[in-house]
């Protein structure tokens, strides 16, 4: 497409695509929008020229819709490039086109209505007005309905998403707000504290004075395991803890007194059986669990503490240490075991073990008091730090720092340092345990082995830990209110037992059980002859030698034998009680002389004056007297001696 | 009285060496009470103990060298309980990255007459104030909010008057020296009471 001249070389390129409609003021180009599929038809057929030739036109009107882009792409640029050229070369030109257009349409018209007219190549329809929706193909209305359609399919299931995500969100939004309050329970109760993204917790002792080093840290977890659909369990928590594995399960201190040493092959294997923790109703699963982990904790401080003081702790006879037991020997023949025992998995349940530990194998007394002991310390320990005074001053104790000052000696500073430790108190309660028992056990063995005279104990209530006291009376079944003479006071201490008489006199007994029978039989055989003197005084007998504590006759194993001898109101007759805690009891009666009838008559005793002399003795046959007791006996005797008024 | 001549000789704290680890820092009066509830919250967990305190600052003024310091400290609170002897050494020039002014430090606890017996030893008192606030305890870490007053006539502690609008906060520990884990513990507990009050190492050189 070269100009006409040879001097001028015009080069030739198409127009923007779109066709600019005006130029705004401000330079706004709008353009014409560009056609439609069918406007461009329309534009198209416009051009075609009919009058070739009617073969070619008929190809040409079918190939039209086949490639009506390339067509016209190479249609429009020659129509262009005459457009553009003509009007140089020819001034008539306008006049020419228009004649040809006019031509050209009037040959279209006549082409037009001959084809339609011969009905074989096309049928006229009436057109209907909306030229969009009349042109568009059914294929395109199907494709546009099945788009608009998967649109609002698109909308609705995007509002039904979103509808889900709430009421899950929802979901969470309550659960996580259970988690917070029950999170907040938990802070209410427990010491928590947030490392990182966890939270962790202290279940340790430390805040209240406890020295053990187990951190005894708990972590706080959201419990997100649950399905979201599913109905929520009863038990369910959103919050969950994780306890070290070390203070998972049970735990107890277990303290027994036994008698005989057992093998060493069973040292270290105490029996565990597992106490089922009972949870309170409506206490939450975390704290029955952070509860327990604590009580274990507590079980082993206790345990570590009571074996290092074992350890450090120099005794007559050593403490023994092995796995989860210390053994001591706080009498000889007796041990007292003190076991850890603790259990971690479910498979300890089986509580029907054949050797279950009997009930009373168990010292529940001083496994409270060693629970109780260990609190005490750590309240020592807290409370023994004292903030100092000036506040510069070093943290430490308040009399450790006036020792400088006030010039403490050793003693004073030896005083300061140390008290005693958990196991010697332990012992120590468990040898007055120990004590208490054993001289109770003894008294209900002599009382009900010996039923005259009676002995009756009266245990006080309330007890020191170290020490506490019986009552001992010793009493005749029906004399009880004329024969008080034997009241016993027991002080039973950690070592011996005092016993404090009614008249003021102490006497210290060891630990051994016989001292303490021994003395008792003796005061059984004093009270006795006390009684018959207390007897004597309502009878209106006189006491004409009374002693305790006899030096004639046969030697007594256990005490000595005492002795009373009482007159008849009118001196006739005299009754002589020996009674010793090993012999018994021997009566004798003194017939008046006159009537000893056995008595040779002396020459040199004639006169009646004489007749007032004590006669011989006579053995009574205890035995073989009515009565019930020693006393009712006694009183027979007396009766039957006195003379009828 | 002429000051007989001194040799200032390395104090050495019985058979431990013991070293002061401090942290200092201060607070305004009115954070004071937001402050003093953070620390009850994370201190042990007593209660607070208030204090009052009357320091006097003694020295020891040789021929030559620096005067050899003193700080003694008394209770007005508890009139009975002894008194306070201290000595602080330098400030440890070392670890640049230790988080804690490290200095010597040697405890006495000493009876009433101590200012004499330094008077008679040839100490002149430099300075004296009274401090009053609270103590905390965390552990090892002692934590003293204190408010620092001027005495106005020397030797009567009734008379005083505020030195600042703003309270001393000093986080102290006294352990062996190279227990480098201290600082690391004072540090984390200092960054816990961000951003009621800064507690950072000050050298009280730099300020004189």
Redesign the interface.
Known sequence: MSGVGPAVRVSIESTCEKQVQEVSLDGMETYVPPLSMSQNLAKLAQRIDFGQGSDSDEEGVEAEPRDPQEWGKTEAEEDEATVKFQPSLWPWDSVRNNLRSSLTEMCVLYDVLSVVKEKKYMALDPVSQDPSAGKTPQVFQLISKKKSLATAAQLLLKGAEKLSKSVAENQENRRQRDFNSELLRLRSQWKLRKVGDKILGDLSYR?AGSLFPHPGTFEVIKNTDINLDKKLPEDYCPLNVQIPSDLEGSAYIKVSIQKQAPDIGDLGTVNLFRRQPKAKAGTQPWHVKLEAAQNVLLCKEIFAQLSREAVQIKSQIPHIVVKNQIISQPFPGLQLSISLCHSTGEKKNQRASPEKPKPDDHLYVLEHNLHQLMREFHKQT?SS?V?????????GH?RQ??????AYDKAEISSLQQNEGLLEKIIKQAKHIFLRSRTARTIDSLASRIEDPQIQAHWSNINDVYESSVKVLITSQGYEQICKSIQLQLNIGVEQIRVVHRDGRVISLSHQEQELQDFLLSQMSQHQVHAVQQLAKVMGWHVLSFSNHVGLGSVESIGNASAITVASSNGEYAISVRNGPESGCKVLVQFPRSQSKELPKSDVIQDGKWNHLRGPYKEVHWSKMEGRNFVYKMELLMAALTPCL | MEAPPVSVMPVTGGTINMMEYLLQGSVLDQALESLLHRLRGLC???EP?L?A???LVYLLKGQQGNPFLL?A???L??PT????L?YLGQPEVGDKSRHALVRNCV??????SLPDFLNEMGFRMDHEFV?K?H?F?RG?L?V?V?KLSRVLVPGNTDNTEPLSLSSLVELSV?APAGQDTMSEEMRSFAEQLKPLVHLEKIDPKRHM
């Open positions: 805040s807290l730090i903030m100092p005074h000036p506040a510069s001053a070093p943290f308040k720092r006036m020792a400088g000052p006030m | 042990d967990n007593m103990e204090f305190d009357h320091e700080r400290r008394r209770s609170s508890h309980a002894p008194w306070h201290r405890d006495v606890a000493a009876s009433h401090a606030g103590i305890r090892a002692k003293v204190s006294l």
